[in-house]
T-cell receptor, first 108, second 113 residues
């Protein structure tokens, strides 16, 4: 089992749709969690940190489920500019592990 | 605030040659990371520094890869000799401390022919 697993997609959704991604992790001792977005041929950019209580930033909502060892990202009212690869990151004792990413394409 | 700087942006070398990459992290960031990202995959951590000390280099192929951060600021990553499978983007990132969010540089795209 991979340490961090994501559905690679691609997810193809129309503008305005709501889309959700999950990311599962194997190390129950993991301490911090993040979502990054990566555009084609660009570096990853931090989208949001994921807190135990869940957190929201505009159209984006991130949640952590420690019991089931997964984090989720919900995007509401998708925009064309949301098209990217979304990477989840799990950190255990300074050991950062990235998922392979989920590709999202938002279409007009 | 200036971001993470990396150079060169692109490099093409032949197999068995050597190559070096340079990274300058965000000012004040104690933790520096080098990642290798192969097309279609997520970044893979090669080495992590806390100031000038190595925190984790468990995934660094030490027979050919080396890295240093002598003064706790800039860092260099070297490959000697390069293999075809080293073709990838090499990303440098920094963070205030180990468990905090990371900020990435633009990466160096390496092609080994």
């Amino acid at each position: 089992r991979k340490e961090v697993e994501q559905d690679p997609g691609p997810f193809n959704v129309p503008e305005g749709a709501t889309v959700a991604f999950n990311c599962t992790y194997s190390n129950s001792a993991s301490q911090s969690f993040f979502w990054y977005r990566q555009d084609c041929r660009k570096e990853p950019k931090l989208l949001m940190s994921v807190y135990s209580s869940g957190n929201e930033d505009g159209r984006f909502t991130a949640q952590l489920n420690r019991a089931s060892q997964y984090i989720s990202l919900l995007i509401r009212d998708s925009k064309l500019s949301d098209s990217a690869t979304y990477l989840c990151v799990v950190n255990n004792n300074n050991d950062m592990r990235f998922g392979a990413g989920t590709r999202l394409t938002v279409k007009p | 605030e200036a971001g993470v700087a990396q150079s060169p942006r692109y490099k093409i070398i032949e197999k068995r040659q050597s190559v070096a990459f340079w990274c300058n992290p965000i000012s004040g960031h104690a933790t520096l990371y080098w990642y290798q990202q192969i097309l279609g995959q997520g970044p893979k951590l090669l080495i992590q520094f806390q100031n000038n000390g190595v925190v984790d280099d468990s995934q660094l192929p030490k027979d050919r890869f080396s890295a240093e951060r002598l003064k706790g600021v800039d860092s260099t990553l070297k490959i000697q000799p390069a293999k075809l499978e080293d073709s990838a983007v090499y990303l440098c990132a920094s963070s205030l401390q180990g468990l905090r969010e990371q900020y990435f540089g633009p990466g160096t795209r390496l092609t080994v022919t």
